[in-house]
C-alpha cells in the first residue's frame, strides 16, 4: 500500500495511542499490569514522494489529562473504580508527569527511513518538560491504517516510575506505547 503524497491529521477521532505498564519487584503480586489510553490526543504528518517524510513532518499532542486506565491485569484482587481514580491521580501529580506544570507530551519527528510496509520514525519526545530522542518502528496496513509502536523508559526523561510499599511494588521502567489510526486529509 502506498500512501499519497500530502497533508494528513489523525487522532483519537480515528484511532488510538495506548501505554501498557507492568509492575515488577516483590510485591509485585499486589499490582497491576496497566493498560492505559490517551483518550484527547492528535498529530499530522506530510508525506512526500515515495512515502518519504521530510524531518519535522510528523507531529503528536497528547494531553497529560486525558489519560485514562482502561485495564489492570493481575494483581491479587480486581482493579477498582477507585483504584483507577488514584492510578490517574498520582499518574498527574508532580511526583510523576506534572500535568499542571506540564499538560502535554509531545513528539517531534527528525528522521525517516523506510516505507509504508515498514518504517522507523525517529524523533523528539518531550515529557514533563524533558526532551529526549525516540524510536517509533511501525508500518501501513493493507486497510490504509497506520500502526506502530515505542518504547519509553521513563527515567530518561527523568521520570521515576511509581512505587509502593517502600519500593517493595513499582513499575518497570519501560513502558509500552503503541497506536492504530487512520490518516485523514487535513483541511
Same mark, same amino acid.
Given at each position: 500500500m502506498a500512501v499519497s503524497t500530502g497533508k494528513y491529521r489523525f487522532g483519537n477521532d480515528v484511532g488510538w495511542l495506548r501505554? +501498557?505498564?507492568?509492575?515488577?519487584?516483590?510485591?509485585? +503480586?499486589?499490582g497491576h499490569d496497566l493498560l492505559l489510553e490517551a483518550t484527547r490526543w492528535s498529530g499530522s504528518a506530510t508525506i512526500g514522494a515515495g512515502d518519504q517524510l521530510p524531518a519535522g513532518a510528523v507531529t503528536v499532542e497528547v494531553e497529560v489529562a486525558s489519560l485514562v486506565v482502561r485495564e489492570g491485569s493481575g494483581g491479587i484482587k480486581p482493579l477498582t473504580d477507585h483504584d483507577r481514580q488514584d492510578i490517574v491521580h498520582q499518574l498527574r501529580s508532580s511526583k510523576l508527569l506534572d500535568a499542571q506544570r506540564h499538560p502535554t507530551i509531545t513528539f517531534t519527528s527528525t528522521g525517516f527511513s523506510g516505507g509504508a510496509e515498514g518504517f522507523e520514525l525517529t524523533g523528539e519526545l518531550t515529557i514533563a518538560?524533558?526532551?529526549?530522542?525516540?524510536t517509533v518502528s511501525g508500518a501501513v496496513g493493507t486497510d490504509d491504517r497506520v500502526r506502530g509502536t515505542a518504547t519509553v523508559r521513563q527515567t530518561r526523561w527523568g521520570v521515576k516510575p511509581y512505587s509502593a510499599?517502600?519500593?517493595a511494588l513499582k513499575l518497570a521502567d519501560d513502558v509500552a506505547v503503541s497506536f492504530d489510526t487512520a490518516l485523514a486529509p487535513a483541511d
Open positions: 501505554l +501498557r505498564t507492568e509492575r515488577t519487584g516483590l510485591g509485585r +503480586r499486589a518538560g524533558t526532551t529526549e530522542i525516540v510499599f517502600l519500593g
